[in-house]
């Protein structure tokens, strides 16, 4: 009955491992511990209740469950990172949530909060996922570099993540699954010491969070 679980589980590890096509990097996602984690709990369940038997069916359920929890954002991220995919748009993961960098070479001129055409198509993409996927919320944050003060900076992130915002809405998206913030010079990722830095700083980003 042990080796029949321990191999369950080892099954659900392996066949939830993937290669990362962007690092080429062999990895288990989040949705294979959630297989992992689901086929152990289902078995040593099913186990209890109806022996190996039992235990095949119980890991199997598990399995489903586990996988359907772990791998709910994992999914998301893939999707964007296809449809991002050479738009110079950053896809990355901050725990549980979606994390999208854009950069104001392709949302807005500097000093601007009229959105640049060339953000359209990315934040299409967005949209398609958000409506897709609805037990996701998006919270839209401004950025700028330091150049100026809070009074203008603040002021001016948030409108820019507002833009961004109101764009999704237009594309469908509930707006009640969005919030907004800006926050200025507050939250550099680069320095702001040189200019490359300053671009870098001047950004709205996209958090996808998981609210089920």
Request: aromatic share 4%; net charge positive.
């Amino acid at each position: 009955m042990k080796k029949t679980i321990l191999s369950l589980i080892a099954i659900a590890f392996l066949s939830a491992c993937a290669t990362d096509p962007y690092t080429g990097e062999s990895k288990v996602s989040k949705t294979a511990w959630g297989t992992g984690i689901g086929t152990a709990v289902g078995a040593g369940v099913g186990a209890l209740i109806g022996g190996e038997k039992g235990a095949l069916i119980g890991a199997g359920v598990g399995a489903a469950a586990g996988a359907g929890t772990g791998g709910y954002m994992d999914i998301q991220a893939r999707k964007l990172r296809e449809s991002l995919q050479g738009t110079g748009v950053q896809v990355a993961r901050d725990g549980q949530n979606i994390r999208l960098i854009m950069p104001n070479a392709i949302t807005f001129d500097t000093n601007n909060d009229v959105m640049k055409t060339s953000a359209n198509k990315v934040l299409d993409s967005v949209a398609i996922v958000a409506k897709e996927y609805n037990k996701t919320n998006l919270q839209v944050v401004g950025h700028t570099d330091s150049t100026g003060n809070d009074k203008i900076n603040i002021p001016l992130s948030q409108r820019r993540a507002a833009t961004v915002a109101n764009y999704l809405q237009l594309r469908g998206v509930n707006g009640a699954r969005i919030s907004v913030a800006g926050m200025g010079a507050s939250q550099p990722i680069a320095s702001n010491d040189t200019a490359a830095g300053r671009e870098q700083n001047r950004r709205v980003e996209i958090y996808l969070i998981n609210a089920q």
